[in-house]
């Protein structure tokens, strides 16, 4: 499967921005997919996913309450809802998709094995 990452964009803090996912070559019926994203000078972290096979989202600490991944009906899209938005969600945001991962591993860049090529989203103060 192929992704294509888009939606990035400058916006400002507290305000909102929906990224979205798109599968190509297949659908994400059988995938994990999830979001990670990488500051400046930093590492590539982990963000958000959707596993149907684990009851659906999971997040990381420091976006739940802010953000909402979500797939449409089609199995073909899958958003990150941001709100709230903060300077230091400001980062490169890299959608990935993978199969058979096991629930303590759905964070786990090491477990998805296609990637998106990232958009930007930078949030100012």
């Known amino acids: 499967v192929q992704l294509q990452a888009s939606g990035g964009g400058l916006v400002q803090t507290g305000g909102s921005l929906r990224l979205s996912c798109a599968a190509s070559?297949?659908?994400?019926?059988?995938?994990?997919v999830g979001w990670f994203r990488q500051a400046p000078g930093k590492e590539r972290e982990f963000v958000a996913t959707?596993?149907?096979?684990?009851?659906?989202?999971v997040y990381a600490d420091s976006v739940k309450g802010r953000f909402a991944i979500s797939r449409d009906s089609t199995e073909t899209t899958v958003y990150l809802q941001m709100s709230i938005l903060k300077p230091e969600d400001t980062a490169v945001y890299y959608c990935?998709?993978?199969?058979?991962?096991?629930?303590?591993?759905?964070?786990?860049?090491?477990?998805?094995?296609?990637w998106g090529q990232g958009t930007l989203v930078t949030v100012s103060s």
């Open positions: 070559g297949r659908t994400f019926r059988n995938y994990v």
């Open positions: 959707h596993s149907r096979r684990h009851g659906g989202p």
């Open positions: 990935a998709a993978g199969r058979g991962i096991i629930s303590s591993s759905l964070g786990r860049q090491a477990s998805y094995d296609y």
